[in-house]
């Protein structure tokens, strides 16, 4: 911290961007899970399931094909979709059954108020569904199309998002206080956010790592305590678990949250869905948090150049054509962000990708103990 404080105090641009960050309400206010009792919500989604089930027997029972018509995911304005099921065609006939079959394991969840994930709903009928992929769309199909949550269908996903640092709350599930700081790996982040009240802090801001290795690299050098900084990661892809505790700190603790994550394009990507939401669940992003919230740190593609990272050779690779592509489409989505656009079209123009672990040839703590200190004493984000 010595190197910081040669120029001052450490925290001005990051005290700077939580004050410029106060104005911003969460959107999550305009229809939150918890407007709603437990019980209401269970009424609201059986009695959804009963009437639409009920439609498709009528269709039948009147020699009509039964009728589906279910929001697209991937449009911001949820544009409707609509599936009309041939049970005459096997492929739209299984379609049909696989759609039942989830709405009727959701319907039993709710009834016996028992919770299963996605991963247990897909070995209930493994011949039915072939792949555990079809059964996270028909789930998150059923979400948008009833305009809940997926909490709400008693279906959640596999735990596997990590926090740690100076963070307690309250788990109302659990009935117990817990202390991120005392779990040593990290507190593993449950499906139940929800129910999280209370929280403490005295951090100064958010550090969301994309990878597990180096989520447990910083926790080995004691970076939460000494940047006083809470820790998480989703490892990888983030799950809608880990989104939602991010928001629940931004919406109690209003702190800034930073993103650290490769210097590729699915890095870029990764931070884009903690701060825009992601592209297939769109019905979900009204419940997180204002997009200007959320910053990313690094790595940028310009750092590879300002670090002189490429005459490393082992620690920079060039882009596939599948990297290329999903660059391209990528850069397509954020053209009217200025700022990450230009680092996409600097991924683009140098050809050539690389991990934070690259860092680790500039010294064996460069990440914890110079890259990222003098990031946030430079106000170094985007």
Not at 158 to 166: E, H
Not at 323 to 340: G, P, Q, V, W, Y
Request: glycine residues 4%; charged residues 20%; contains cysteine.
């Amino acid at each position: 911290m010595a190197a910081a404080d040669d120029v001052g105090d450490f925290w001005s641009n990051l005290s700077f961007l939580a004050g410029s960050l106060q104005h911003f309400r969460p959107l999550t206010q305009q229809s939150s899970d918890g407007d709603l009792t437990q019980q209401r919500r269970s009424l609201v989604v059986l009695n959804l399931i009963e009437l639409h089930i009920m439609h498709v027997v009528e269709a039948i029972s009147n020699n009509q094909q039964p009728m589906l018509i279910i929001p697209n995911r991937t449009s911001k304005t949820n544009s409707k979709k609509r599936i009309i099921f041939d049970i005459n065609k096997p492929k739209s006939a299984m379609k049909f059954v696989q759609f039942i079959f989830i709405l009727s394991q959701i319907y039993q969840l709710i009834r016996t108020d028992r919770i299963c994930t996605k991963r247990d709903l897909f070995y209930r009928n493994v011949n039915l569904f072939k792949k555990q992929t079809v059964v996270d769309e028909i789930v998150d199909d059923v979400a948008c199309w009833f305009r809940v949550s997926r909490n709400w269908l008693h279906v959640v996903a596999t735990a596997k998002g990590l926090v740690s640092g100076d963070l307690k709350f309250y788990d109302g599930g659990k009935g117990n206080f817990v202390n991120c700081a005392d779990i040593s790996q990290g507190f593993l982040i449950p499906s139940d956010t929800e129910h999280f009240s209370s929280l403490q802090s005295n951090a100064r801001f958010v550090l969301i790592v994309e990878k597990d290795a180096i989520f447990n690299k910083l926790l080995g050098t004691d970076l939460a305590a000494r940047l006083k900084c809470i820790l998480i990661t989703g490892k990888g892809f983030p799950d809608l678990n880990t989104r939602q505790l991010v928001a629940k700190i931004w919406i109690d603790l209003k702190l800034p949250i930073l993103v650290l994550v490769d210097g590729d394009p699915y890095g870029i990507e990764i931070m884009c869905v903690y701060r825009f939401g992601s592209a297939s669940l769109q019905h979900e992003c009204h419940r997180l948090i204002p997009s200007h919230v959320v910053r990313w740190l690094g790595l940028f593609p310009e750092d590879v150049e300002n670090l002189n990272l490429n005459s490393l050779s082992d620690c920079v690779s060039p882009l596939t054509q599948i990297d290329k592509r999903f660059a391209e489409k990528l850069l397509e989505r954020m053209k009217n962000n200025i700022s990450i656009s230009r680092q996409i079209q600097i991924l683009l123009r140098n050809n050539e990708k690389v991990e934070l672990e690259a860092l680790d040839k500039l010294g064996i703590n460069y990440l914890s103990n110079v890259y990222l200190p003098n990031k946030i004493r430079f106000g170094g984000w985007i």
